[in-house]
Structures are given as structure tokens and as C-alpha cells.
């Protein structure tokens, strides 16, 4: 049975850092990307950022220079070091993870993000 387990998000204060960590385990084909997914109240889901399997990186304007995406391929784990929050950052962060087999990819069940200000 696939699981990702996501953790990290917390309430912080704006100008403040985060780090989400977000694991994969029961997936039996090779991973291509993983990525970060957003949704604050009241919006759409969001990308956050994504890395694939050769570590290129995209991220979403709104936190470039801000936020880095990382990989351990080894432990099949995705994190995302937030920094310089800002309220807007605020909202329930999703990990995704997709296989080279397929285009559908999992999704964890969201870790919550509040940046006060």
C-alpha cells in the first residue's frame, strides 16, 4: 500500500522558516518527480515547486529565491525549506509523487502551514 507521510508544517511567525519533509513507501516502480502542492482557503491547489528524477527543479514565481526543493533518492523523501514566510504562504501543503509508469500520481493527505504576521 502506497503512503506518503508528510510533516513539518506548523505555525510560524512571517519572516520566519519551515522545513516539510515528505515520505514515500510501498511504491514498487521507480520514481520520476515529487513535488509541493498548496491550497490556501478559499483557492485552488497550487504548485509549489517540483524536482524530477535528475534533480531540475521548477518552482512557482511566488516563492523563487525563497523556498528550495530537495530530494534523498535513497530514502524516497522530498523536502521543502521554506524561508522568509509570508502570510500568504499560509495554507495546507501536499506532497506529490509520481512514478515513471504511470501519469497518475499519489498524493499525501496535507500538512498545515500558518504564517502569522
Known amino acids: 500500500q502506497v503512503q506518503l507521510v508528510e510533516s513539518g508544517g506548523g505555525l510560524v511567525q512571517a519572516g520566519g522558516s519551515l522545513r516539510l519533509s515528505c515520505a514515500a513507501s510501498g511504491i514498487i516502480f521507480r520514481i520520476d518527480s515529487m513535488g509541493w502542492y498548496r491550497q490556501a482557503p478559499g483557492k485552488q491547489r497550487e504548485l509549489v515547486a517540483i524536482?524530477?528524477?535528475?534533480?531540475?527543479?521548477n518552482y512557482a514565481d511566488s516563492v523563487k529565491g525563497r523556498f528550495t526543493i530537495s530530494r534523498d533518492n535513497a530514502k524516497n523523501t522530498v523536502y521543502l525549506q521554506m524561508n522568509s514566510l509570508k502570510p500568504e504562504d499560509t495554507g495546507v501543503y501536499y506532497c506529490n509523487v509520481a512514478t515513471v509508469v504511470s501519469a497518475i500520481p499519489y498524493w499525501g493527505k496535507g500538512t498545515l502551514v500558518t504564517v502569522s504576521s
Open positions: 524536482i524530477n528524477s535528475g534533480g531540475r527543479t
